[in-house]
């Protein structure tokens, strides 16, 4: 069994329905769906707020790159149009983790690079695994105690599924 932990975000159009087909795309392989977080832009940041949640998933014969192009159908489906790095998006699927894999091939780099430091990843995957571990770094918790979480705020009035 494949275990994979993807970050979901978006900032355009209609955000909680972006995210929301992400979690049906997966609707199969569902183990966990974190709380939705509303967060302030990193990176480039005079762009619109984010949503950004995490959902864990398993299945049988699926492997990195796999979860990879699941996500990529997934971002095209919600009409994702790719232009500058880190600039707004409908919905952005990251693989963050997939257990028992490491890889440095700049297409499918695992665990995400960016992990470490992003606590709009973070704290969402804390949520559902309170005990995560970002391979090869450390313990997502000792991670976040890090991080400036003040852009970070849950959205309890949005739900997922
Ligand atoms: N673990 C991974 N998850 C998703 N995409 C990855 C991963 N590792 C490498 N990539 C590559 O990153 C590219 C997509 O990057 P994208 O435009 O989503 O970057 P970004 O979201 O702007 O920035 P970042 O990757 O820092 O979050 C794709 O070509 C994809 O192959
Ligand atoms: N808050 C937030 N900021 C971002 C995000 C994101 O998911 N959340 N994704 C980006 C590109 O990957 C760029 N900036």
Redesign the pocket.
């Known amino acids: 069994m494949s275990r994979a932990v993807l970050?979901l975000?978006s900032?355009l159009g209609d955000r909680l329905a972006h995210l929301r087909s992400a979690v049906t795309a997966f609707a199969d392989e569902l183990v966990a769906v974190s709380p939705v977080y509303e967060?302030?832009?990193?990176?480039?940041t005079d762009q619109p707020?984010?949503l950004?949640a995490v959902v864990v998933v398993a299945a049988d014969g699926v492997d990195g790159w796999g979860w990879l192009r699941r996500g990529q159908a997934a971002e095209d489906a919600a009409g994702r149009v790719r232009e500058r790095r880190?600039g707004p998006?409908t919905l952005?699927v990251?693989v963050v983790t997939v257990d028992g894999v490491t890889s440095d091939h700049p297409e499918l780099l695992l665990p995400h690079p960016g992990t470490a430091e992003r606590a709009?990843v973070l704290v969402p995957w804390l949520d559902v695994e309170p005990d995560a571990v970002v391979p090869g770094v450390g313990p997502a918790r000792d991670l976040l105690a890090g991080l400036d979480t003040s852009?970070v705020r849950r959205r309890d009035d949005l739900e997922l599924r």
């Not at 967060?39 to 480039?44: E, K, L, P």
């Open positions: 970050s975000g900032n967060t302030a832009a990193w990176g480039v707020d984010f950004n880190w998006r952005d990251d709009t852009g």
